[in-house]
């Protein structure tokens, strides 16, 4: 006769035995280490550097199980961002993928025996360990299919990247020279990039920022990483093609081809998304992406502007990337002291209170500028009344001298805009880097939209 137990009991048992496992979690450890030593050949052969890089993983994964299971949730990419450049390393150091899934196999076991020792004899402990066997199964094939795919993917990376020719063919074309034969000229015919053509191409320079993540021994604590983030950028490419992405000392150098019908932004979209996938697993960076350039030959001028842009990167990371903006914000953003010191006092005061203030008299401007002078054109932009719009515009007048029907005028406003946008701000709370190039209007376009330049995660 089977005997059924209250919600409470079970939960009680439950949260007992992950309690246990909590406390004995290093042994755990050791132990699932000693095992895949036993039953996996290729880990057994390895050295004392790698074994201690497992056990660091099998700690972490424990870990994260157990929260997962202790706060009775799904398990998501934020539990497991250490798995990423691990999985980097398993390809590294020559181990097999089946070998390497093995591992979770086996960690999983080891992990599921000790829940049942934990559980002993007690029928509501049995139950309630039974109740741990899905959210295991799910914490399990969620982060081998994740290690699995970034196996793959560096592998990927590494075949077709990771040989001479590859890193060869980069130098030559940074050095502005041309691939004309050989094994040279097929990898740059494979990544889009044959020398006769003048396709439209960015280069894309990308360096870690921050601390790095804490990794096992060795010379460079940030080479996971880069290899990592390099494999993901490879990745871009569009219409079939493989992005040439190298590691090139202590950044990432990319030059990813725009196929037919692929617009800048689009790419810079798509790189943006590779910055953002990789921030969630530990691993940040700040990018710079050129202007398009039309062929080969423009390859050295685009990487000394994507080499530039980076300035323009706050602290924390982020992607700026020239097609997004306009010459005009650009410029501002390159302004030097002199520039801001040519600017007349009124307007650096009024725009200063103005910020201060919740910035209503600078979207003024920028709305009357973006619809073209049309006073009613702006009051709807702004979601105001006209009356309110011509209020704004007199009080602008008073305070700065500065009329916004006077062309010149309008533009000496934008231009103090533009450069305030440029300056951090220094008297708030914090002084974050994020906030060093606000928000532009694209004026480029002719359009009252606002976006940000760089947009860091």
């Not at 994740?146 to 050095?175: C, G, I, K, P, W």
């Not at 940030?222 to 490419?237: E, F, K, M, P, V």
């Not at 007199?394 to 231009?415: C, F, K, P, Y």
Request: glycine share 6%.
């Amino acid at each position: 006769m089977s005997t059924v137990f209250s919600t409470e009991t079970v939960r009680a048992e439950r949260a007992r035995i992950l309690s246990e496992l909590l406390r004995d979690l290093e042994q755990l450890a050791d132990t699932a280490v000693a095992t895949m030593r036993e039953e996996i050949p290729a880990y057994a052969a390895q050295g004392p550097d790698f074994q201690a890089d497992v056990r660091d993983q099998v700690a972490r994964h424990y870990r994260a199980k157990l929260a997962v299971l202790l706060e009775d949730r799904t398990v998501t990419l934020d539990d497991i961002t250490f798995t990423r450049r691990a999985a980097t390393r398993r390809a590294r150091a020559g181990v097999a993928l089946a070998d390497y899934i093995n591992a979770f196999r086996v960690g999983q076991q080891v992990f599921w025996e000790a829940v049942v020792e934990r559980a002993g004899q007690s029928s509501a402990a049995r139950e309630a360990a039974l109740s741990l066997a899905a959210p295991l199964m799910r914490y399990c094939d969620f982060a081998s299919t994740h290690a699995a795919n970034a196996y793959m993917e560096f592998q990927e990376y590494a075949a077709a990247e990771a040989v001479r020719e590859s890193r060869d063919l980069l130098e030559t074309l940074l050095a502005g020279g041309v691939p004309t034969r050989g094994r040279e000229l097929a990898a740059a015919q494979a990544h889009g990039l044959a020398p006769e053509a003048r396709t439209p191409l960015l280069v894309v320079i990308a360096v870690l920022v921050g601390p790095p993540a804490p990794v096992t021994t060795g010379p460079d604590q940030g080479a996971d990483a880069r290899h990592a983030a390099c494999a993901a950028i490879a990745r871009t490419g569009g219409n079939g093609t493989r992005t040439l992405s190298v590691v090139r000392q202590s950044e990432i150098v990319a030059i990813p081809v725009l196929s037919p019908g692929t617009e800048p932004g689009d790419l810079c979209d798509r790189l943006q998304g590779v910055l953002d996938s990789l921030a969630t697993e530990g691993i940040r960076l700040a990018m710079g992406i050129s202007t398009v350039s039309a062929g080969t030959a423009y390859i050295p001028h685009a990487y000394q502007e994507a080499r530039a842009v980076l300035d323009f990167v706050p602290e924390e990371g982020g992607v700026a990337a020239l097609p997004r903006i306009t010459p005009f914000q650009y410029l501002a953003l390159k302004a030097d002291d002199t520039a801001r010191h040519l600017v007349d006092p009124r307007i650096n005061s009024l725009l200063a209170e103005d910020r201060a203030r919740g910035g209503v008299l600078t979207a003024t401007i920028r709305a009357f500028a973006a619809a073209d002078l049309n006073l009613r054109a702006a009051a709807e932009r702004l979601q105001i009344h006209p009356n309110t719009a011509q209020y704004r515009l007199r009080r602008i007048q008073e305070r700065t001298g500065r009329s916004l029907r006077s062309i010149n005028d309008l533009v000496e406003l934008l231009v103090a805009i533009a450069l305030q946008d440029a300056q951090p701000i220094i008297d708030g709370p914090t002084n974050s880097g994020r906030e060093r190039l606000a928000t532009a209007t694209n004026e480029g376009r002719g359009r009252g939209d606002v976006r940000s330049f760089h947009e860091p995660r």
